[in-house]
């Protein structure tokens, strides 16, 4: 296949639906697994001691998961997400202690959804279910949305971060190449090629905006926005990835991670930035988006079962994003 034809994109759709089906065909709690967990959160305890047997207790898995478990639960009226982490946390590099810090820290915001208990010894969190539709990538074809993204970024982003995790980006390269050669064989020779440009270019950045609290990983399903008519903030979920960060990687996660057109990107840049600060940092954006396409495409390689040859297509994709170098 001709590597001029291959498409540079953040996640193997064929690989992905493989993975999901895997996973989905090993798990499946029971009824009473679910209750025994929840018997340890202290707000439904009681609820559960009253009525051991939960009758009328919903519940059901959530598929789209790769890092936990999922379960929406109903249980005296009221809904609950049921998250259990699994081994891949480890793999990619998932650190669940300052995860919950960071859902602590933006509380204050109601960006994130209330969390009832978290047991590292267990493995688990319960959240309050957060009602509200998560967005697709139509969504960003709209500037009322990027509007509002824009604002509720800037919000985040001016949250203190002390004692807050830092993100190394390519320290996380390193971490992902190592699990990928563990798992699945030597990478392509041309992937160290990338590897040198990555350090190269990121250490070559000389504008950019200060540091602060970042998502790191606003795809469209992880956001969130209220259904309510009267209430039009957006939420975030999954915040595994989040730390202290540079802005612009952020945003060109968001840009990149859902296929912006060009117009909609430099709508979302202007009302972030403005327009006097479009241009002084047009080039570290591009360099992040650059990068975000290059630990994409190793994080692809991760989530896979182990074993798992890599793909005969590896080589013509890390090629081709070589070609693309800004």
Not at 4 to 16: A, Q
Request: charged share 20%; glycine share 4%.
């Amino acid at each position: 296949m001709s590597c001029s034809v291959l498409m540079v994109t953040s996640f193997g759709i064929s690989d992905m639906k493989l993975y999901l089906s895997i996973r989905k065909s090993l798990m499946g709690l029971s009824k009473n697994d679910i209750l025994q967990l929840l018997s340890l959160v202290p707000d439904l305890k009681q609820i559960i001691a009253q009525d051991p047997h939960q009758s009328s207790m919903g519940y059901h898995y959530l598929s789209d998961g790769i890092t936990n478990e999922n379960y929406r639960i109903t249980l005296a009226g009221k809904d609950y997400v049921l998250r259990i982490n699994n081994p891949d946390s480890g793999r990619l590099a998932l650190d669940r202690e300052a995860e919950n810090s960071v859902m602590q820290r933006v509380s204050c915001l109601h960006m994130a959804s209330e969390t009832l208990f978290y047991s590292p010894e267990h493995n688990f969190r319960v959240n309050r279910w957060k009602k509200g539709v998560t967005w697709t990538k139509k969504s960003f074809h709209l500037t009322d949305n990027l509007k509002r993204l824009a604002a509720r970024l800037k919000q985040l982003h001016c949250l203190p971060y002390n004692n807050l995790p830092v993100m190394d980006l390519i320290k996380r390269l390193d971490h992902y190449r190592e699990m990928i050669q563990q798992r699945h064989g030597k990478l392509p020779p041309v992937e160290l090629k990338l590897l040198s440009v990555a350090v190269e270019l990121v250490g070559n950045i000389k504008h950019s905006l200060d540091n602060c609290l970042c998502h790191n990983d606003l795809t469209a399903a992880n956001i969130l926005a209220s259904n309510e008519q009267t209430n039009h903030l957006i939420s975030f979920l999954d915040w595994e990835y989040a730390a202290v960060n540079d802005p612009l990687f952020e945003l060109a996660v968001v840009c990149k991670g859902n296929e912006l057109s060009e117009q909609n990107q430099q709508y979302l840049l202007k009302a972030y930035l403005g327009e006097e600060r479009l241009e002084q940092y047009k080039n570290t954006f591009v360099t992040w988006c650059w990068f975000y396409q290059y630990i994409s495409l190793l994080w692809e390689q991760v989530i896979l079962p182990a074993n798992r040859p890599l793909s005969s297509e590896l080589e013509c994709r890390f090629q081709l994003l070589l070609e693309l170098t800004p």
